[in-house]
């Protein structure tokens, strides 16, 4: 009976010391840096970008009609002619990989990298032809502004300044630019071998995925930039259910479609996957903690405490909290018969699944193979990759990242972070165990959600600072 009266007290003491520690941890108040910005500078980048983008680079597969890619290629020449008179330069069926010679030989090379590449668009909606370049209150608009031509022209940018500056890097410097990111295609796994079968091993990758944003949560009182070290998995799944069909006007029970949806339902309502936080996931939440209100920061700020609350709330009321943690299913297409009258024979229903490294292809294939027999269901695997390996957050290399964008965005909330879709950052773990995804083009929640939608738009300060940024990180890397 004395131990009971003795819970209550630690949990006091427990709680007090997590509401110390929230008081100690709130973050200095954020200012807006006041930054100089040239206007002519900004206008010439503007200019550069919006040629960039009036050459449609729609995603191909290497095989395809490679002609707007060729003019593009043309393009970058014009517009970027140090770079192409110092760097040596490789074309691999359109996909781009250049090499900066570096001073010292003995040093491992760095790659930044891209793609050339955007999705298709057409002219619906858009304040001004998709493909214009055209400068708006200061904004260039355009399909790949931000997705992923802004990324390319601040990186080509910066070494060609570089160049003029008479600057040499100490080690090698790779680009690389692939034209079918969008589509999952084969270009920087191409590259990625190209580079291997010379020998070669990388000690930084840096390509786009992660980003300066305004308002990343809601609620938070900061930019952050997010670092991505790791992309999670990805599988397309068909689940078939067959039987006899039909006509509708007597339809037995149990029909094939019925059992589809029931399976779909209970997928939906039991989110059947299991929740994991991952250290990379609690520092993400940690260094985010002081950019929120009391409340979050109280929670959020004491994991050592909370981390059982949030595994159970977050993924409960918030999309973004479940994916952190855990395998995602979203059932996105759906086939049943070609008539309203008839039962089909065989419907089915495509799940789109976003796998961890704890419960990569297999291990969810495995578990939704287990719903899908019990309503009689067949699975095809369409597609399938597991997530990439998870980069050291506490490397030299990733603490240089950290470092540059600290000086450059000073103020700015940093963290790591697991990328929910892919980027072409992961063919290249194969050559370096610092393969970590950040752009450092600043962009407002809203400017992000334009990205493969109408009015993708990109600030001409966000390109300005772009551009300092790689020039501050290759002028001082020393690794």
């Not at 961890?356 to 193979?369: E, I, N, P, Y």
């Not at 309503?375 to 990439?388: H, N, P, W």
Request: glycine share 8%; charged share 25%; hydrophobic share 40%.
């Amino acid at each position: 009976m004395e131990f009971l009266w003795i819970v209550p007290g630690v949990l006091a003491v427990l709680l007090l010391v997590a509401l110390v520690r929230t008081f100690l941890i709130k973050a200095p108040k954020y200012t807006e840096r006041a930054i100089e910005f040239p206007q002519d500078e900004m206008d010439a980048y503007a200019e550069k970008l919006g040629d960039m983008i009036r050459v449609p680079t729609v995603s191909k597969r290497e095989d395809e009609d490679l002609t707007q890619f060729y003019a593009y290629h043309k393009e970058l020449e014009r517009l970027f002619p140090n770079v192409h008179k110092t760097l040596d330069l490789t074309v691999l069926q359109g996909t781009l990989i250049y090499r900066w010679h570096g001073t010292d030989r003995d040093r491992r090379p760095i790659l930044l990298m891209g793609h050339q590449d955007v999705v298709p668009a057409s002219d619906a909606g858009w304040q001004v032809p998709a493909y214009s370049g055209a400068v708006i209150d200061g904004k260039v608009y355009g399909r790949g502004a931000l997705d992923c031509k802004s990324t390319m022209f601040t990186q080509l940018q910066a070494v060609e300044e570089l160049i003029a500056s008479g600057f040499e890097p100490g080690c090698d410097i790779y680009l690389e630019y692939a034209i079918n990111e969008e589509t999952g295609g084969a270009g920087a796994k191409n590259a990625m071998e190209y580079l291997r079968d010379q020998g070669i091993t990388l000690a930084l990758v840096l390509d786009e995925g992660g980003a300066v944003i305004d308002k990343a949560v809601d609620g938070m009182d900061r930019p952050f930039a997010v670092v991505g070290v790791t992309e999670k998995g990805y599988m397309d799944l068909k689940i078939t259910a067959q039987g006899k069909g039909g006509h509708s006007s007597t339809p037995p029970r149990n029909t094939p479609a019925a059992r589809l949806f029931a399976f779909a339902n209970e997928i939906e309502k039991k989110r059947p996957f299991q929740k994991k936080m991952l250290p990379e996931t609690i520092k993400m939440l940690s260094r985010m903690a002081p950019a929120f209100p009391f409340g979050l920061r109280f929670i959020l700020g004491n994991l050592w405490l909370f981390r059982p609350l949030v595994k159970v709330l977050m993924p409960a009321v918030s999309p973004f909290g479940e994916a952190i943690m855990a395998t995602t299913c979203c059932f996105t297409m759906m086939q049943g018969s070609d008539a309203a009258n008839v039962i089909p024979k065989e419907p089915y229903i495509v799940a789109n699944l976003r796998t961890t490294s704890f419960q990569g292809c297999d291990d969810s294939l495995a578990l939704m193979r287990k719903y899908a027999d019990k309503y009689g269901l067949k699975i095809e695997v369409l597609l399938r990759r597991d997530a990439s390996p998870i980069s050291n957050i506490y490397s030299d290399e990733y603490a240089y990242v950290e470092s540059c964008i600290r000086e450059k965005f000073p103020g700015v909330g940093v963290t790591p972070y697991i990328i929910m879709g892919g980027t072409d950052c992961r063919h290249f773990h194969a050559l370096s165990e610092n393969a970590l995804r950040f752009s450092p083009v600043p962009m407002s929640s809203a400017q992000s959600a334009s990205c493969h939608a109408v009015d993708e738009n990109v600030d001409l300060t966000a390109l300005y600072e772009g551009v300092k940024f790689y020039k501050y990180f290759i002028g001082n890397y020393k690794l």
